[in-house]
Each structure stands twice: as C-alpha cells, then as structure tokens.
C-alpha cells in the first residue's frame, strides 16, 4: 500500500447524516434509472434506513424499525429481497463478521469491499484502497486460486473511541 494515501475521515460520531442519506438515495436513483432497474419505495427506504448512520444495520433492526413506522409487523422476505436487490446493484455491502450492512461510499465505480469496524462505537468505514484488491488478486494467482469476492473486515478501536479510553 503506497505510504501517500491518507485514510478516509472518520465520520464524527454527533454528525448529521442526513447528508449522507441524500447522496445515497440521488447515487441510487441516478444508477437505477441509468441501469433501467425499480427502485421501489421499500428499497428506497430500506437503503435510506442502512445509511442512517455509519453503524451497519442488521435485518431484524431494519424490519423492527419498518414495523416500528407502519404499525404493523413487516414482512422478512420484503425486506430481505430489498437488501438482496441492494447488495446485487452494489449500493450496500454486507459484513459477514456482525451479519449486517452498511452503505456503499463508491456504488459507481466496481470494487471489492474493504471495511475498518470499530468493536466499541460500531462504526464501519470503507476503505478506497485498491492496492488491497491487487495484493490479494496477486497473492491468488500465485496460488492457483480464483477469487471470486473479497471483503476484507478489520476490527479495532477507530480513534474517537481511543481518546475517550
């Protein structure tokens, strides 16, 4: 990894996210209309509920606030077919090591996902670091092994929480 590619910026913990929800959901439409695809009102708002901050979000937490809204109990297979329809389009990612998801920061360009998650505040941010791709991709091949998909979670203490200890 090249030693002049600053870290992305660690979203501050009191920041509105609101602006990080509009960019999701203009970035979703633009796609969606661009790839001819229906961004339906359930995925729209499920995309809306997992970029409300930069937690991931499991799916029991997006039925339970759906149901929460509607005052009445959503249904799974709605909602799991919403994330299913998001992860295929690349507008979220999953993360196996906490079974949740979190908001694609680059939804336009083609990558694999690369995540640092903090175990105390939860955070997740995405990493923009090809060279992570590439040593892996590299590593394979001198292998003989075929990566199909890569995503790399790291867990630590992001350093917010550092200086709160």
Same mark, same amino acid.
């Given at each position: 990894?090249?030693?002049n590619i600053s870290p992305p910026a660690a979203p501050c913990p009191h920041h509105g996210h609101q602006a990080c929800i509009e960019q999701a959901l203009a970035t979703a439409v633009e796609l969606c209309n661009r790839g001819g $695809?229906? $961004?339906t009102p359930i995925r729209k708002? =499920? $995309?809306e509920l997992v970029w409300q901050s930069h937690q991931p979000l499991g799916a029991y937490d997006i039925l339970a606030q759906l149901s929460a809204e509607d005052g009445r109990p959503a249904a799974p297979p709605t909602v799991y077919r919403a994330l299913d329809f998001l992860l295929d389009n690349g507008l979220i990612h999953r993360l196996a090591s906490l079974n949740a998801f979190i908001g694609c920061d680059r939804p336009h360009q083609a990558h694999q996902g690369h995540f640092l998650?903090?175990?105390l505040c939860k955070v997740a941010r995405e990493l923009p670091h090809d060279a992570i791709d590439e040593a892996v991709e590299q590593t394979a091949a001198e292998l003989g092994f075929l990566v199909e998909q890569q995503v =790399?979670? =790291?867990s630590g203490v992001c350093a917010p929480c550092r200086g709160h200890a």
């Amino acid at each position: 990894m090249s030693k002049n590619i600053s870290p992305p910026a660690a979203p501050c913990p009191h920041h509105g996210h609101q602006a990080c929800i509009e960019q999701a959901l203009a970035t979703a439409v633009e796609l969606c209309n661009r790839g001819g $695809l229906r $961004l339906t009102p359930i995925r729209k708002r =499920v $995309l809306e509920l997992v970029w409300q901050s930069h937690q991931p979000l499991g799916a029991y937490d997006i039925l339970a606030q759906l149901s929460a809204e509607d005052g009445r109990p959503a249904a799974p297979p709605t909602v799991y077919r919403a994330l299913d329809f998001l992860l295929d389009n690349g507008l979220i990612h999953r993360l196996a090591s906490l079974n949740a998801f979190i908001g694609c920061d680059r939804p336009h360009q083609a990558h694999q996902g690369h995540f640092l998650i903090c175990r105390l505040c939860k955070v997740a941010r995405e990493l923009p670091h090809d060279a992570i791709d590439e040593a892996v991709e590299q590593t394979a091949a001198e292998l003989g092994f075929l990566v199909e998909q890569q995503v =790399v979670e =790291v867990s630590g203490v992001c350093a917010p929480c550092r200086g709160h200890a």
